[in-house]
């Protein structure tokens, strides 16, 4: 019966059971081998994609045809149809296609879960209150701050983001060496953004200087701090088999949170310290009394 069953698996790859081929038209035969050596590639183990289809490529004809009918004859007895075979489909759960629910249910959690995370910087303000009352132009430059940081992170994790699909979609190993790059893009971004936040506070005509230091710093804190845990968040979803589409949201609450802390405390560490006098005194600036 097995034998039987071969024998009509060799017709079906276009074969006779005495290892002749039948002769299909050329573009069905090129699209047939096409997908056996993609199903023959995908049982590889311990290659990784380039490497699979060279040595499939390697294969004769018949070679081919023969390890089809052994993975056909497989796929019976493990009661699978051609298509469900995907050689032990090893992706994590979130590249799998799943039910509208399950998606739904995924989402829904980790958005609610960000929203309770978020409503954490009013507990920051709270205890803050008599450092805004005394420097009300801080907060008037908050949302700017913590926009800043949100729109950093988030462009560097949707380039980190787009780096994983490509790799994982052209069978290319995780690219971190694109993390050098981006810690690069981190000093030098937060120069530029710096500069163009000191530039823009400087001609608040309510801002006094020492304020003016203080909401320069705290954006150039934000800024690098964004890039950086930006570009590493979606590898560290990845390692942990969480879908990296989360990183750009989660990175955006997660700093809004440590922006509003930042900006609270550099705030109070450069104007309301000795520490921050002697600082800023160094560089020229007094504080009013």
Same mark, same amino acid.
């Given at each position: =019966?097995?034998?039987?069953?071969?024998?009509?698996? =060799?017709?079906?790859? $276009?074969?006779?059971?005495?290892?002749?081929?039948?002769?299909?038209?050329?573009? *069905?035969?090129? *699209?047939?081998? $096409? +997908?056996?050596?993609?199903?023959?590639?995908?049982?590889?183990?311990?290659?990784?994609?380039?490497?699979?289809?060279?040595?499939?490529?390697?294969?004769?004809?018949? *070679?081919?045809?023969? *390890?089809?009918?052994?993975?056909?004859?497989?796929? !019976? +007895?493990?009661?699978?149809?051609?298509?469900?075979?995907?050689?032990?489909?090893? /992706?994590?759960?979130?590249?799998?296609?799943?039910?509208?629910?399950?998606?739904?249910?995924?989402?829904?959690?980790?958005? =609610?879960?960000?929203?309770?995370?978020?409503?954490?910087?009013?507990?920051?303000?709270?205890?803050?209150? !008599?450092?805004? /009352?005394? #420097?009300?132009? &801080? &907060?008037?430059?908050?949302?700017?701050?913590?926009?800043?940081?949100?729109?950093?992170?988030?462009?560097?994790?949707?380039?980190?983001? !787009?780096?994983?699909?490509?790799? @994982?979609?052209?069978?290319?190993?995780?690219?971190? #060496?694109?993390?050098?790059?981006?810690?690069?893009?981190?000093?030098?971004?937060?120069?530029? %953004?710096?500069?163009?936040?000191?530039?823009?506070?400087?001609?608040?005509?309510?801002?006094?200087?020492?304020?003016? @230091?203080? %909401?320069?710093?705290?954006?150039?804190?934000?800024?690098?701090?964004?890039?950086?845990? $930006?570009?590493?968040?979606?590898?560290?979803?990845?390692?942990?088999?969480?879908?990296?589409?989360?990183?750009?949201?989660?990175?955006?609450?997660?700093?809004?949170?440590?922006?509003?802390?930042?900006?609270? $405390? %550099?705030? #109070?560490?450069?104007?309301?310290?000795?520490?921050?006098?002697?600082?800023?005194?160094?560089?020229?600036?007094?504080?009013?009394?």
């Amino acid at each position: =019966m097995k034998d039987d069953v071969e024998e009509k698996d =060799m017709h079906e790859c $276009g074969a006779s059971p005495g290892g002749q081929s039948s002769s299909p038209s050329w573009g *069905e035969e090129e *699209e047939e081998e $096409g +997908e056996d050596m993609e199903m023959v590639a995908l049982t590889m183990d311990n290659k990784d994609s380039t490497h699979k289809h060279a040595a499939v490529e390697s294969m004769s004809r018949e *070679e081919l045809m023969h *390890e089809v009918v052994h993975l056909r004859s497989r796929q !019976r +007895e493990e009661g699978q149809g051609d298509s469900d075979w995907d050689g032990g489909d090893r /992706r994590p759960a979130y590249l799998k296609e799943r039910h509208c629910s399950a998606a739904f249910v995924d989402r829904g959690l980790w958005l =609610m879960g960000l929203l309770l995370l978020q409503s954490c910087s009013t507990f920051i303000l709270a205890r803050n209150e !008599r450092l805004i /009352r005394t #420097h009300p132009s &801080v &907060v008037f430059f908050l949302t700017m701050l913590v926009g800043a940081g949100g729109n950093a992170d988030n462009q560097a994790a949707v380039i980190m983001v !787009r780096a994983l699909a490509l790799s @994982v979609a052209q069978g290319k190993p995780t690219p971190w #060496h694109l993390l050098n790059r981006e810690m690069l893009m981190a000093g030098g971004l937060t120069f530029f %953004i710096g500069t163009s936040g000191l530039a823009r506070v400087a001609l608040s005509p309510h801002t006094s200087l020492p304020e003016t @230091v203080a %909401i320069t710093v705290s954006l150039c804190l934000i800024v690098f701090v964004s890039i950086v845990l $930006g570009s590493l968040l979606p590898f560290v979803l990845d390692l942990l088999g969480m879908d990296p589409a989360h990183s750009s949201t989660s990175i955006q609450v997660v700093m809004d949170i440590l922006g509003v802390f930042a900006t609270c $405390g %550099i705030t #109070h560490l450069l104007l309301n310290t000795d520490w921050g006098d002697d600082f800023l005194g160094f560089f020229g600036v007094e504080q009013e009394d």
